[in-house]
Antibody, heavy 121, light 109 residues
Framework: QVQVVESGGGVVQPGRSLRLSCAAS????????MHWVRQAPGKGLEWVAL????????YYGDSVKGRFTISRDNSKNTVYLQMSSLRADDTAVYYC??????????????WGQGTLVNVSS | QSVLTQPPSASGAPGQRVTISCSGS????????VNWYQQLPGTAPKLLIY???QRPSGVPDRFSGSKSGTSASLAISGLQSEDEADYYC??????????FGGGTKLTVL
């Protein structure tokens, strides 16, 4: 069965860096675009980043552009989110999700359980 | 402030039909397809509707979506207690960003 599992969250000081991982299984990972979406405590969903199936194209939300980098290793069925210059307003649950119906369509059919990033001094 | 505008709340009695609106612009809903997500408390979002009006396998036909111009809507008929959740619309924007609505909290009376 399809599974997406995030890891790497935790407490980090403002200005520091953190790398999230998302391990996928149960499908042909290299055929799918993958997204990161975050949700601050008590708030709505915010799109963070997209990486195409082969890693050739990457897009970022305005609030993370220049600070976050999405990447993938298709040999390990894993997508990453490298986060730098972290700020308090980056505190959120970060979800990894597979894009199924179209390219850059935001139709995300499988989501992980999320990993909490808490930026605090 | 979300790019897509949804009402913060909606409600209905069991068995009733409710609709949730989502308003965007020519750069997102006007030119790209709309998706809808359901998020139960403490869980990850679940895809309910994709490509404006398509249901993934396993989603009951009580849920339906539509789009007209720069607006979209989600309709839930035969409302059930387990439908109580947060609902989000989402679409790609031509500025090369994904955009979500602010979410609508549905209460089943």
């Amino acid at each position: 069965q399809v599974q997406v599992v995030e890891s790497g969250g935790g407490v980090v000081q403002p200005g520091r860096s953190l790398r999230l991982s998302c391990a996928a299984s149960g499908f042909s990972f290299s055929d799918y675009g993958m997204h990161w979406v975050r949700q601050a405590p008590g708030k709505g969903l915010e799109w963070v980043a997209l990486i195409f199936f082969d890693g050739s194209i990457k897009y970022y939300g305005d609030s993370v552009k220049g600070r976050f980098t999405i990447s993938r290793d298709n040999s390990k069925n894993t997508v990453y989110l490298q986060m730098s210059s972290l700020r308090a307003d980056d505190t959120a649950v970060y979800y990894c999700a597979r894009e199924e119906y179209g390219v850059a369509s935001l139709s995300l059919d499988y989501w992980g359980q999320g990993t909490l990033v808490n930026v605090s001094s | 402030q979300s790019v897509l505008t949804q009402p913060p709340s909606a409600s209905g009695a069991p068995g009733q039909r409710v609709t949730i609106s989502c308003s965007g612009s020519s750069s997102n809903i006007g030119t790209n397809t709309v998706n809808w997500y359901q998020q139960l408390p403490g869980t990850a979002p679940k895809l309910l509707i994709y490509s404006n009006n398509q249901r993934p396998s396993g989603v009951p036909d009580r849920f339906s979506g539509s789009k007209s111009g720069t607006s979209a809507s989600l309709a839930i008929s035969g409302l059930q207690s387990e439908d109580e959740a947060d609902y989000y619309c989402a679409a790609w924007d031509d500025s090369l960003n994904g955009v979500f609505g602010g979410g609508t909290k549905l209460t089943v009376l």
